[in-house]
């Protein structure tokens, strides 16, 4: 009887935030797929799971692929993992996955963190429909197509974003959206995760010496066809403004932001 391929999702960054019935599987099954063996391996020990692991990134995927089905075929169950969260979510593992499929191994998911969820959960946008466009393209061509494509999806839009390029990126997205209202979240489920929310151009002041993967939260619906952004020196004023009246109350520049935010939503809620 063949074994299963089980697509398990582990921690983003807290390796407390895997379930149960995860830790049962990865105990249980005859081996672990594992974007990077080493971190994988952090995790196994931090649970005192010995189960031996392979490795199964995007360069090698295509010719791991048929020694796993393999396995699968002679009937070993196979946890399929990435570095952090649900695998083939912007990681490898889907050809691994529709190979199985094919050969008619049985495919089961054991759901838990995903980074896209957690930062939209958390944003404060509309969260009812959503598309995800994982990491803008680096080419200038794909990258002009991939911008296009989000300036018309009409809803609440997540991507990721490396460090060194997450500046660049903020800049073409002001120059495709104009100074739109944007979620970053970084560190996520770690001991310095951090929200910034506000305009592109005031979250260019919190991402001075950028550390982390970024997942980028924006509402695409809210966006008006046509921008009629204030001039750059009267936006730089603004945010100066807000800075010296944060630090005079013992906050920080993001958190008066948020407060402001929030005062001004409740000025139109209706009575």
């Known amino acids: 009887m063949p074994g299963t391929l089980f697509v398990v999702a582990t921690p983003i960054g807290n390796l407390e935030d895997i379930t149960i019935r995860a830790l049962r599987v990865l105990r249980e099954v005859a081996v672990i797929a594992a974007e990077d063996t080493r971190r994988t391996g952090h995790l196994l020990a931090r649970h005192g799971i010995a189960t031996p692991t392979t490795s199964l990134h995007e360069h090698n995927e295509h010719r791991k692929s048929s020694a796993i089905l393999a396995r699968l075929a002679q009937g070993d169950d ?15 593992g889907s050809e691994l996955i529709r190979v199985a499929i094919a050969g ?7 759901p ?9 959960t958390a944003s404060g946008m509309d969260a009812s429909q959503f598309t995800f466009l994982g990491f803008p393209p680096i080419k200038s061509k794909d990258r002009k197509l991939w911008f296009e494509r989000l300036r018309s999806t009409r809803s609440t839009v997540v991507f990721f974003e490396a460090p060194h390029r997450i500046r660049a990126t903020l800049s073409e997205l002001r120059e495709f959206l104009g100074d739109v209202e944007i979620v970053l979240g970084r560190e996520l489920t770690k001991l310095h995760e951090e929200f910034v ?6 979250s260019f002041d919190r991402i001075m010496a950028p550390k982390g993967e970024f997942t980028v939260v924006l509402n695409v ?6 921008d009629d952004s204030r001039s750059v020196s009267t936006e730089v004023s603004r945010r100066e403004e807000l800075a010296t009246l944060a630090r005079s109350h013992g906050l ?8 402001v935010e929030h005062a001004k939503k409740l000025v139109k809620r209706p009575t």
């Not at 008619?104 to 054991?110: L, R, W, Y």
């Not at 920080?252 to 407060?259: D, G, P």
């Open 78 to 92: 196979v946890a399929l993992v990435s570095d952090a969260g649900t695998p083939t979510v912007s990681d490898p």
């Open 104 to 110: 008619g191994i049985k495919v089961e998911p054991i």
């Open 112 to 120: 838990g963190p995903s980074a896209v969820l957690t930062a939209l």
């Open 197 to 202: 929310r506000g305009p592109i151009s005031w």
């Open 221 to 226: 619906g809210h966006i008006p066809e046509h």
């Open 252 to 259: 920080t520049a993001n958190q008066l932001y948020t407060a």
